[in-house]
């Protein structure tokens, strides 16, 4: 499968995982049972008891503390993504779009980050970006 869409299936599975555990878990729930209508209709049922299993199992382990359960819940979604876009990768351009307008809008905000960085370097000058953290130790010839 083409890293595009191994790249998509990873945000879906982790952002829907994230919804989860939020008010607005019901999102998460429809966009994927209508995913799974286009391309499976017949499984779209089991879509959403697996989504509510997911979410009570979530909801026990963030209560004792056992982070190991999401992670494991967003493997588990990342590859069922990945399986229904390897099945049909039409699907993307609908998956895209609930990502778009759906899934990502209904994060909450500590969970949602927009980047933008632009840069111009010429002659012997030096750009460094970065989205978080950034340390840079320059000792080489004409740096100070």
Do not use: C
């Not at 939020?22 to 209709?41: C, Y």
């Not at 989504?51 to 199992?57: K, Q, T």
């Not at 779009?97 to 759906?102: I, K, N, P, T, Y």
């Not at 949602?112 to 989205?131: C, D, E, Y």
Request: no cysteine; proline share 3%.
């Amino acid at each position: 499968m083409e890293a595009e869409l191994v790249a998509l299936a990873s945000t879906a599975g982790t952002t829907v995982v994230s919804l989860l555990v939020t008010d607005s878990w019901t999102t998460a729930r429809d966009a994927m049972v209508a995913l799974w209508k286009r391309v499976h209709p017949q499984r779209s049922g089991f879509v959403a008891d697996e989504l509510g299993e997911a979410r009570a199992a979530l909801l026990t382990a963030l209560r004792s503390g056992d982070a190991t359960v999401q992670k494991d819940l967003v493997g588990e979604w990342q590859g069922k993504v990945r399986r229904l876009l390897a099945t049909d990768p039409d699907a993307s351009e609908e998956l895209r779009r609930l990502l778009r307008e759906d899934l990502l809008p209904a994060l909450p905000p500590a969970q949602t980050k927009t980047i933008n960085l632009h840069a111009h370097a010429s002659g012997t000058s030096q750009v460094n970006q970065a989205g978080g953290n950034l340390h840079v130790h320059n000792r080489g010839r004409g740096y100070q």
